[in-house]
């Protein structure tokens, strides 16, 4: 029964979102973020001081919040998962140190996880315990990555990654380049439904080099490659079409997201796909990937877009999972890294 497992909260602080979640199995019952995204947003990107300054001045408060909208006490939870890596380190020791002292302070195990890992899992709030194997794909400001979920989510191996900027990494640049605020990514998404999304053939990255690259990114190439539109559309005293580039580079950006997910899911042999983290709240992604995983024959699963971004239930349910699967916790002193691998879920 639910009543009987653990209660499991959930610390996440690897950059400018302090998120508490409290989960029960795939029970979510808290999940309050507190985000300094404004504060960075004059400086066009986030600044690994000030978020975690942040941090510190938004963790009791959202400590306090959680408990209350979970209608629980911190005497009742069970277990304490913490963002160990990857991240920012300074932000990552917010997160960390203020876990340790709750596990301490109330005697409950801690377990420090992985980042990367947690956006795939946090699915199980919404679907249920993840088909066993399936395809992640998991895109965001600074990774973008297809994985091989496998054995119960206890193995994670790498397929392919980006070899330069993520997806993420790249809306905001060429948001930057068109004069839209920081965070690029749901401006970039606003703006595209006003546009044309063949308006401009914009290049799709290692399109020509799938028997090198069969799953890697690449997306650098396309914001030089807007960079350089834009710069010649000014050249000539033409004025920009913001809502067309925007379009253009969403539909490009999606178009390789979802060709490698389908790729990588056909050549495994796997009929389950997921797709997590921050980039995977943008609109056209979420469609390109139903209609072509329909067209494949894969089941397509995608969080609502509050699971998506970095947010505490996503460290809660990882820390839920290895619970309920009898992992030990990790050690008092396990470190915390700003390269932590994603084939380790935990410390």
Not at 33 to 40: F, G, K, N, Q, Y
Not at 52 to 59: G, Y
Not at 105 to 122: D, E, K, Q, R, T
């Amino acid at each position: 029964m639910t009543a009987d497992l653990p209660l499991v909260l959930g610390i996440e602080t690897s950059c400018d979102e302090t998120g508490i979640g409290l989960v029960r199995g795939h029970n979510l019952l808290a999940n309050e973020i507190a985000s300094s995204v404004d504060e960075h947003a004059r400086f066009g990107g986030v600044v690994p001081e000030v978020a975690s300054r942040a941090h510190l001045e938004a963790m009791e408060p959202a400590l306090e919040r959680a408990c209350t909208q979970a209608g629980v006490r911190l005497s009742d939870v069970d277990a304490v998962a913490v963002t160990a890596g990857p991240g920012l380190v300074g932000a990552l020791l917010v997160g960390v140190a203020t876990a340790k002292a709750l596990s301490v302070g109330l005697g409950v195990p801690i377990y420090g996880v992985n980042h990367l890992a947690s956006h795939v899992v946090v699915d199980e709030l919404q679907h249920g315990e993840l088909p066993d194997p399936t395809i992640g794909l998991l895109v965001s400001g600074g990774h973008s990555s297809l994985l091989l979920v496998a054995d119960d989510a206890a193995r994670i191996e790498p397929l392919g990654q980006t070899l330069d900027d993520a997806a993420g990494e790249a809306f905001d640049k060429v948001a930057r380049l068109l004069g839209l605020p920081f965070p690029g990514g749901p401006w970039i998404d606003r703006m595209a439904a006003d546009g044309d999304p063949q308006a401009i053939g914009f290049p799709r990255g290692l399109s020509t080099e799938r028997d090198r690259y069969p799953y890697d990114f690449s997306f650098s190439g396309l914001k030089t490659a807007v960079a350089r539109w834009v710069k010649a559309r000014e050249a000539a005293g033409e004025p920009v079409p913001v809502a067309d580039v925007a379009a253009s580079v969403q539909e490009a950006i999606a178009d390789v997201l979802t060709d490698r997910l389908v790729a990588a899911a056909v050549d495994h042999g796997v009929g389950h796909a997921v797709i997590g983290g921050g980039v995977a709240a943008n609109s056209r992604l979420r469609a390109m990937a139903q209609v072509r995983c329909d067209a494949a024959g894969i089941e397509l699963r995608v969080p609502r877009p509050a699971l998506c971004t970095d947010n505490g239930a996503m460290v809660a349910a990882l820390g839920s999972r290895l619970a309920r699967s009898g992992v030990a916790p990790s050690p008092l002193d396990f470190p915390t890294t700003s390269n932590l691998p994603v084939t380790r879920r935990s410390w």
